[in-house]
């Protein structure tokens, strides 16, 4: 069974400070891992994925398979950046039955 | 291009009422999907469907009924609303070949007293 577990509720940080929000997940095939963000009063849209491997607004994401870990970075937090998070697992190929973690609600403070 | 639409934004039910969401995507997307958001339970999956003609249960499909019209639409029944049921509903879409990406709705606020 797919499974992703975002381990905090709230993350808050004050602006310029390293984020880090933590996603671990369990699968038995070959995952693909993405992150969603949703911003205030906006749908939920894909921040990034882990086949890319590529940096949007600043954020990063590393797939660690030895450690079923997806966590997202970014090394200075901007206003902007307070949202919920979602960390989302699908599988390789075929069909994507996405399963959502519990999200974690980033917030910036100035 | 208006990506995926649902209707209604908001409603509000009676317990025992009847309704259906409606979701349709103009993206030519095989796969759609229903959740519901609730604070501090994420995104759960109700039903989804893998393409046209097809439909399966996701993670909470109880007390809720889905169609896939055709190609662009996928409706969600609730036939029998309940407080439970109260929540923000989300319906998505997604295509092979694009690595996965969910398009999503603006999203249903339904509530039920």
């Known amino acids: 069974a797919q499974r992703v577990t975002q381990p905090e509720k709230l993350l808050s940080v004050f602006k310029g400070a390293p984020v880090e929000l933590k996603c671990n997940y369990s699968?038995?095939?070959?995952?693909?891992l993405f992150w969603y963000v949703q911003y205030s009063r906006q749908r939920l849209q894909l921040l990034l994925r882990?086949?890319s491997r590529e940096s949007i607004k600043g954020f990063t994401a590393d797939l660690n398979k030895g450690e079923t870990s997806f966590h997202l970075k970014k090394p200075f937090a901007q206003e902007e950046d307070s949202a919920m998070y979602y960390c989302?697992?699908?599988?390789?190929?075929?069909?994507?039955?996405?399963?959502f973690g519990t999200g974690t609600r980033l917030l910036v403070s100035p | 291009n208006a990506g995926v639409t649902q209707t209604p934004k908001f409603q509000v039910l009676k317990t025992g009422q009847s309704m259906t969401l409606q979701c349709a995507q103009d993206?030519?997307?095989?796969?759609m999907y229903w959740y519901r958001q609730d604070p501090g339970m994420g995104l759960r999956l109700i039903y989804y469907?893998?393409?046209?003609?097809?439909?399966d249960k996701g993670e909470v499909p109880n007390g809720y009924n889905v169609s896939r019209l055709n190609k662009r639409e996928f409706s969600l029944r609730l036939e029998s609303a309940a407080p439970s049921q109260t929540s923000v509903y989300f319906c998505?879409?997604?295509?092979?070949?694009?690595?996965?990406?969910?398009?999503f709705g603006q999203g249903t606020r339904l509530t039920v007293v």
């Open positions: 469907s893998a393409s046209e003609g097809t439909t």
């Open positions: 989302a697992l699908g599988r390789d190929t075929g069909f994507q039955k996405l399963v």
């Open positions: 998505a879409s997604t295509q092979l070949g694009q690595g996965g990406e969910a398009f």
């Open positions: 993206m030519n997307h095989n796969s």
């Open positions: 699968y038995s095939g070959s995952p693909e």
């Open positions: 882990h086949i």
